[in-house]
């Protein structure tokens, strides 16, 4: 069964409520199997399994030449373009808790005032709870209090960019490519 017929299950038998925001149905990460939000670890036996690792059981590229990373990666794995009901995907647009917490640690040891790095904050508005798109808003802050921008109650992602005050680093996570990426000097081999 793939993720997205055991979704239309839960969703005929009311076990799962759709998401809306304003009237709008956001469940399109159904038919991919990603959800929306922050991703919080599955539960006891689950373990993370890296794109890499799943390119090496199947065959397929992590990702393809010329594309960048997003829900059409790995063929091999889907039923008609759905995840299996045993691997579940990233939610869109949002880093995971853990590796939120290891970018921020990764950062701050490499950033030259560590925790106490200014840094910037941006929301992607259509994931925040109030949209107003005529007073947009950059959050200011120290790298050290990154975990609060995480934690963010208006927002039900992680932010879509944080960057130092200086831009000697920028982290970008793309709701639609399923990816963060993080941009500066090259300074060691150490991943996240």
Not at 49 to 65: H, K, Q, S, T, Y
Not at 149 to 154: H, R
Request: proline residues 8%.
């Amino acid at each position: 069964m793939s993720y997205h017929e055991y979704r239309q299950v839960c969703v005929a038998g009311g076990s799962i409520q759709l998401a809306a925001l304003a009237g709008i149905d956001l469940e399109a990460g159904i038919v991919t199997g990603g959800g929306l939000g922050r991703a919080e670890h599955p539960g006891r036996g689950w373990r993370r399994l890296r794109w890499a690792e799943l390119a090496g059981r199947i065959g397929d590229p992590v990702v393809p030449d010329g594309r960048l990373p997003f829900h059409r990666c790995f063929p091999s794995v889907k039923k008609e373009g759905s995840w299996p009901l045993g691997i579940v995907p990233p939610t869109e647009g949002s880093v995971d808790r853990g590796t939120w917490d290891r970018l921020i640690a990764v950062l701050t040891e490499y950033s030259p005032a560590g925790p106490g790095t200014p840094c910037l904050a941006y929301y992607n508005p259509l994931m925040v709870t109030a949209v107003d798109f005529g007073d947009l808003r950059v959050r200011a802050g120290r790298l050290g209090d990154a975990v609060i921008v995480y934690d963010n109650p208006e927002a039900g992602f992680s932010p879509s960019n944080l960057w130092a005050e200086d831009r000697s680093w920028v982290l970008c996570t793309d709701y639609d490519l399923w990816g963060t990426k993080v941009a500066g000097p090259r300074l060691s081999s150490k991943r996240c």
